[in-house]
């Protein structure tokens, strides 16, 4: 079971998945992957854990990962450094 898709999950999703899993996910959008990711590692051997996780995995893992808005669009500040 991999874990990649935990860097797709927004802050707002946190309530959602730990209402699924039944843990308490609190502090940064970090934190709480990382408390999450550390969640999946204890509990690989439980298989309705596993099923819940694998489910939360097909839904939020569909989307891909944010990125910087920089990526999305060019700055104006950053145009005029074009020297074509």
């Known amino acids: 079971m991999g874990k990649s898709w935990l860097y797709s999950l927004k802050k707002d999703d946190f309530p959602a998945i730990a209402r699924a899993l039944g843990i308490k996910l609190e502090g940064l959008v970090e934190e709480m992957r990382k408390t999450l990711s550390e969640f999946i590692d204890q509990t690989a ?6 099923a819940i996780i694998e489910a939360l995995e097909k839904e939020y893992g569909r989307r891909p990962a944010r990125r910087g808005e920089s990526h999305r669009r060019r700055r104006p500040w950053v145009r005029s450094l074009d020297f074509r």
């Not at 051997?45 to 596993?50: H, I, L, Q, R």
């Open 45 to 50: 051997d439980e298989p309705e854990s596993v």
